[in-house]
């Protein structure tokens, strides 16, 4: 953490860092300080009783009433900045440090009203990297809610029958990526998450890693299902991601599916405390290759492993550490990360395998439970 004093103005709802800092949920915005090491949190009035109960490590301050008092001596138009930068001056602080993608319009009006704004290089609060005890646990509810979704989409696709043209039916319509989307993200929910633009992705639509998938699958094509959860309780994310084909893989499909799935199991027992991220993300690359499957540029564009062998996961999606060719990360123990290689050709479809580990100092432990299976 920064030693300056730092500002945030975000709505903790669809900011980690926010919602980290301040440690509750609010879809307003809210003003965060911490100023000399105390954390202090300005919330409307209406959110004052709340954020006493859920942010009792923080000092309470009401938004409406400073704004009133800037009223009071003369500004017209009072905006969240011009409330920040006057706790700031009754403390006789005129600069804060803030997160790298602090609104420009808010740093224009700390200016004016003499306050100076710093933007802190890489990662705010870059201790969320190392998950405590609790938050593993967390990640981990996050995990379950995805499990149940894969678990009900696999169950879908399961009992589809095989119609005209290979396309799959469901309770007597058409099974489409739609409505297999939909029934995975209705088990989400239920369990206490909320899904986030969920994959399924059948046949070629599966050569694009982050393709969503539409229209009516088919038998005996990879699928791709790739759920990416956040709790609606705590806000930690999860992301699994699993390839099966309803009926029979063709021999193509069935190496992809060998190569990436001993990609996985080497990527994850690479993972431990001290090694690159770097590192990881290139093992992965060769084992691929040495499988018989190059990543090259092909009529203008890429093709076999085109993205990253892993990302950390935790109150965002996608945060540090990162397993890529370009990575600086050095993995330590708490951290929580993906290890998702896949394959992708044009001609075939997609092939991916995802779980989420927890790094220790012996190894990855890895926190999914969902089996692997191609062929349902």
């Known amino acids: 953490m920064p030693s300056d004093n730092l500002l945030m103005i975000a ?64 500004r017209k138009r009072v905006t969240l900045a011009h409330i920040a930068a006057a706790v700031l001056l009754d403390k006789g602080l005129r600069k804060v440090a803030v997160p790298e993608d602090f609104s420009l319009g808010f740093a224009r009006q700390l200016r004016d009203a003499g306050v100076k704004v710093k933007p802190v290089k890489g990662e705010f609060f870059p201790q969320r990297e190392l998950k405590s005890a609790d938050e593993v646990k ?104 699993r390839t099966v084909v309803k009926g029979r893989a063709s021999d193509g499909v069935r190496r992809m ?42 009529d203008g564009h890429m093709e076999g492993f085109v993205h990253t062998a892993g990302h950390g996961v935790g109150l965002d999606l996608h945060e540090a550490p990162h397993l890529s060719a370009s990575s600086r990360d050095l993995l330590r123990a708490g951290q929580v990360l993906t290890v998702e290689p896949g394959l992708y050709y044009p001609d075939i479809g997609g092939v991916r395998l995802e779980d989420v580990a927890l790094v220790t100092r012996n190894g990855a432990k890895n926190l999914t439970k969902s089996e692997k299976v191609l062929e349902l």
């Open 11 to 74: 709505a903790s709802a669809r900011d980690a860092n926010m919602l980290y800092a301040a440690g509750m949920f609010a879809d307003d915005t809210l003003i965060y300080l911490r100023l000399g090491g105390r954390c202090h949190l300005l919330v409307s009035d209406a959110e004052l009783g709340r954020a006493r109960k859920q942010a009792g490590h923080c000092r309470i301050l009401s938004a409406a009433r400073i704004a009133e008092r800037l009223r009071k001596e003369g």
């Open 138 to 241: 967390k990640v981990s509810a996050a995990l379950v809610m995805a499990e149940v979704g894969l678990s009900e989409g696999m169950q879908v696709l399961k009992n589809a029958k095989v119609g005209r043209n290979k396309r799959l039916l469901w309770r007597g319509l058409p099974l489409t990526s739609d409505r297999l989307r939909a029934v995975i993200d209705a088990a989400v929910v239920q369990a206490g998450g909320v899904s986030a633009r969920t994959i399924v992705a059948g046949g070629k639509q599966g050569c694009d890693p982050n393709h969503l998938g539409h229209g009516v699958l088919r038998a005996n094509q990879p699928i791709l299902l790739d759920i990416c959860p956040r709790s609606q309780k705590t806000g930690f994310h999860a992301d699994i991601t």
């Open 257 to 298: 599916y060998r190569a990436v799935e001993a990609a996985q199991e080497l990527g994850l027992n690479l993972v431990r405390h001290g090694a690159e991220g770097r590192v990881v993300h290139r093992a992965i690359l060769g084992s691929l290759k040495k499988a018989g499957f190059e990543t090259a540029r092909r």
